[in-house]
């Protein structure tokens, strides 16, 4: 059985940091893509980030480009997202999203598995 978990998730002031990260049972994760989304209160499932399984390529929304970075420890079968130079907007559910794709996509239902979410607010 597949499970993700994601974890990682507080409240953090604006301009601090965090680090997400999503461990992985019962599947290697150097076999998937893996993807993080957000979804904040009232809005649609944003996909942000994504290490392709193909080429080991990484994908980064505009909204998060050059703040936030994805990457993994296989030994460890875990994917992080370095958060940095967090901003209110960021608030939001983040969700980990693994996926027998090759190269990332933006759509939730190329996903094959799905973490809990965990909450990250950001303070002004």
């Known amino acids: 059985d597949v499970q993700l978990q994601a974890s990682g998730g507080g409240l953090v002031q604006a301009g601090g940091s965090l680090r997400l990260s999503c461990a992985a049972s019962?599947?290697?994760?150097?076999?998937?893509?893996i993807a993080w989304f957000r979804q904040a209160p009232g809005k649609e499932r944003e996909d942000i980030s994504c290490?392709?399984?193909?080429?080991?390529?990484?994908y980064g929304a505009d909204s998060v480009k050059g703040r936030f970075t994805i990457s993994s420890d296989n030994a460890k079968n875990t994917v992080y997202l370095q958060m940095n130079s967090l901003k209110p907007e960021d608030t939001a559910v983040y969700y980990c999203a693994a996926g027998s794709i090759f190269y990332c996509s933006g759509y939730p239902h190329d996903y094959d598995y799905w973490g809990q979410g965990t909450l990250v607010t950001v303070s002004s």
């Open positions: 019962g599947v290697a994760f150097d076999t998937l893509t």
């Open positions: 290490l392709s399984s193909t080429d080991g390529s990484t």
